[in-house]
């Protein structure tokens, strides 16, 4: 099993960036599958973005372009680079593992962007 902490988010203007770091308990060499999840007040929690084991990666439509999902084994991290953020983009992030059958959440760290 793994133990997931997101960290990075905070305040930011329209049109700034961020980037949100994922720190995991273990190696994630092995993971299947690692992702970043969004959910706003009101909205329900939606995919942002993914990265494969393979280094696969697949975007939601709103942020392709502008965001960006990396994976450092390393160090046991996951990253999401957020550039020309958007109103739009305000939401607690989530880090997201799968490993086999089982998946694992982070408590998320909350973006909020300013007009």
């Known amino acids: 099993q793994v133990q997931l902490v997101e960290s990075g988010g905070g305040l930011v203007q329209a049109g700034g960036s961020l980037r949100l770091s994922c720190a995991a308990s273990?190696?994630?060499?092995?993971?299947?599958?690692m992702g970043w999840y969004r959910q706003a007040p009101g909205k329900q929690r939606e995919l942002v973005a993914r990265?494969?084991?393979?280094?696969?990666?697949n975007y939601a439509d709103s942020v392709k372009g502008r965001f960006t999902i990396s994976r450092d084994n390393a160090k046991n991290t996951l990253y999401l680079q957020m550039n020309s953020l958007k109103p739009e983009d305000t939401a607690v992030y989530y880090c997201?593992?799968?490993?086999?059958?089982?998946?694992?959440w982070g408590q998320g760290t909350q973006v909020t962007v300013s007009s």
């Open positions: 997201n593992a799968q490993i086999i059958h089982l998946e694992y």
């Open positions: 273990r190696s994630i060499f092995s993971v299947n599958a």
């Open positions: 990265i494969t084991g393979g280094g696969s990666t």
